[in-house]
């Protein structure tokens, strides 16, 4: 299952929130989208709530939740079980010597994510908050680096605290939410217009891509991600490319071939219901500073007003 703005995810974060799109729009102005796009059934989806299958997209919106806003408790007692997030320091050695990059503080790591070398994950469960503990693990024959391939190399391992995911109870105070019930109402909310999306992009078929609208989409990105490095890192995006051996043309082909086809099979479903159930485009509302890519923003807005529709005329038990 993928959330509700799977692509473009950071757009979500970074932008600021809109309550809707300008009458003039960016996308689609001279395409009929029923050349494009096949689908039927969009309205009346069926959605169980009482299914194990809904609970799972009731969680996957609690887990998002939980990433996007740092939902987490340290927890400083207890012992390290498969798959909880740990925060530790470790020291590597090999022959009673620190090796370089072998040596960490703070670092987070989930256990049973076989993100470090082979077994050193599986020594740490049952290790107590607290403890240090020397953990020993062999590196693989293949691991790249000559002086560590093969090699049996100690860490010593200290777990700082386990982080914890909080739950609805908990966490409802940080959303903004008046009582647990309207927080839980509203993932819930989310949940089945991820469900309703899931299902008629499962349905739908899309024909071809309009060349002109795939140009516009993936200009808007790339300047996006331009404006992005410019005010979170106070980085040149073309300067970050050259140094990892890229380029802002190979970059933009990157995003017309991986990221575009991907976004706008979702945007071009929004719009193709957007225009048969002839809802309407609201003008922007921005809270804190000017929307530099019209386009993204208008994207997300017409997804906000038609999944609001169609969740308007669900079928929800």
């Not at 169980?48 to 799972?56: N, P």
């Not at 949940?191 to 002109?212: E, G």
């Not at 906000?304 to 308007?312: A, H, K, P, S, T």
């Amino acid at each position: 299952m993928k959330r509700l703005t799977a692509v473009l995810l950071v757009v979500v974060l970074m932008m600021t929130f809109l309550t809707g799109c300008g009458k003039d729009r960016e996308l689609y102005k001279s395409v009929k989208l029923e050349n494009y796009v096949e689908l039927s059934d969009y309205l009346g989806v069926e959605v169980d709530t009482t299914t194990d299958e809904f609970a799972k997209y009731y969680d996957d919106v609690l887990s998002i939740d939980v990433e996007d806003n740092k939902l987490y408790k340290e927890v400083k007692e207890g012992v390290v079980a498969n798959g909880d997030t740990i925060n530790l320091d470790y020291e590597g050695k090999l022959d009673g010597v620190a090796f370089e990059g072998g040596t960490a503080k703070g670092a987070e790591l989930v256990i049973g994510s076989k993100t470090f070398i082979d077994d050193f994950e599986e020594e740490l469960i049952g290790v107590a908050v607290g403890e240090t503990k020397d953990v020993t693990a062999k590196f693989p024959e293949n691991y790249g680096k000559a002086d560590l391939n093969g090699k049996e190399a100690v860490f010593t391992c200290k777990v700082n605290f386990i982080k914890k995911a909080l739950t609805e109870e908990e966490a409802y105070e940080k959303m903004k939410f008046d009582s647990v019930d309207d927080y839980k109402k509203d993932i819930k909310e989310r949940a089945i217009k991820q469900y309703i999306l899931d299902t008629i992009v499962s349905k739908a078929k899309i024909k071809d891509y309009p060349p002109k609208d795939s140009e516009l989409l993936c200009e808007a990105i790339f300047e996006f991600y331009v404006d992005m490095y410019k005010t979170a890192y106070n980085v040149d995006l073309e300067d970050v490319l050259v140094s990892n051996g890229s380029s802002v043309e190979a970059y933009k082909s990157q995003i017309s071939t991986e990221m575009v086809p991907q976004m706008m099979k979702v945007n071009m479903l929004m719009y193709y219901i957007l225009d048969t159930e002839k809802l309407e485009m609201l003008e922007s509302t921005v809270t804190s500073q000017e929307v530099k890519q019209p386009v993204i923003a208008e994207s997300y807005a017409v997804q906000d007003i038609v999944m609001e529709y169609l969740y308007d005329n669900a079928k929800i038990k």
